[in-house]
């Protein structure tokens, strides 16, 4: 089905800016979902605080190889979908739940450690404690995010960015809205103070994935390729270019959190809050760049699938020009 030749937007500044401001949106939604966490709880004290953010980013840990690895599937798909392959492209979206549903049994395989690991890190007992509760919650939805993750990239490949950017838009209403019902108990509920943080994250996410999930599914199964025609090869191909940029992801990540809970966690719970908080803040500051990095992904792929490869550096030029001047 489908397989005419899809039609090929030339690279410009406007192509790259059209693709990359959903996906800028996006991404500045996570930021207001971290911030957020944190403003709610700051009333319960520092501790919370400390928590709350650094918690989020140990949860994080569990989920940045497999998001390396998703990140591949807009390109893949970006390419079969410059061919005019779109159910070739989808294929790649089924390949990414794939993975989101190993995060998800990695997640869990986690739990019964996250005690002891956050107890061994040298946090004062009431953040220790806090945090566990926090990581026990929050990481049950490491599946569900790595879903949206996948998806979103998926769509993205075909240029359609603004899907992601519902999602996570979504997911942040809600997450807001739940944060305030969780933590200080409104409509009835128990206050839950750190915990509620983290049960209105993975609520949040769960939700937003099973929107998202339930689209793609209509999508495909009108097409009449709901999750058939799978191939192994393709999933290794997906692995193996996806694991070293994964492990990459892993590896930059893995070194500013050993910072974080080795040297400023031993400042105290004042010090942790604050760069909790500030960390925060500073990502809104390159989530445009790397929205924009990510759409000159996709033009490259949508490029090369048109056979179009003398484009590329041109496309390369233009997304390096743009990151540079932000």
């Not at 209403?173 to 305030?180: E, R, T």
Request: net charge positive.
């Amino acid at each position: 089905l489908m397989q005419a030749p899809a039609s090929f937007t030339p690279i410009s500044l406007s192509a790259l800016l059209t693709l990359a401001w959903p996906v800028v949106v996006s991404r500045m939604s996570q930021t207001v979902i971290t911030l957020s966490d944190a403003a709610m709880v700051s009333s319960l004290g520092e501790e919370a605080i400390a928590a709350t953010t650094t918690g989020g980013l140990n949860a994080f840990l569990v989920m940045i190889l497999p998001m390396g690895l998703v990140f591949l599937v807009g390109s893949f798909a970006a390419q079969l979908f410059g061919q005019g392959d779109f159910a070739g492209a989808r294929r790649y979206g089924w390949y990414g739940l794939a993975l989101a549903a190993l995060t998800e049994l990695l997640a869990l395989a986690s739990l019964p450690v996250v005690g002891l690991v956050v107890g061994s890190i040298g946090f004062s007992e009431g953040v220790a404690a806090a945090m566990s509760q926090y990581l026990l919650l929050r990481l049950l939805s490491a599946g569900p995010a790595i879903g949206i993750e996948a998806l979103g990239s998926y769509y993205g490949g075909l240029g359609r960015t603004q899907i992601q950017m519902r999602t996570n838009l979504l997911a942040m209403a809600l997450n807001v809205a739940l944060n305030w019902v969780l933590i200080h108990g409104k409509l009835g509920c128990p206050a839950l103070g750190v915990a509620g943080a983290a049960l209105a994250s993975t609520l949040a996410t769960s939700i937003a994935f099973a929107c998202v999930f339930a689209y793609f599914l209509r999508e495909a199964r009108r097409a009449g390729s709901a999750g058939r025609s799978l191939r192994k090869s393709e999933f290794v191909r997906l692995l193996r270019f996806g694991l070293p940029n994964g492990i990459n992801w892993t590896f930059e990540f893995l070194a500013f959190l050993l910072f974080q809970n080795l040297v400023v966690g031993t400042l105290g719970t004042t010090a942790l809050a604050a760069f909790g908080v500030v960390i925060a803040l500073n990502s809104a500051s390159f989530m445009p760049a790397f929205g924009i990095s990510s759409a000159g992904a996709i033009l490259v792929g949508q490029a090369i699938g048109a056979g179009r490869k003398d484009e590329v550096p041109r496309a390369f030029r233009i997304t390096l020009g743009t990151v540079m001047s932000w």
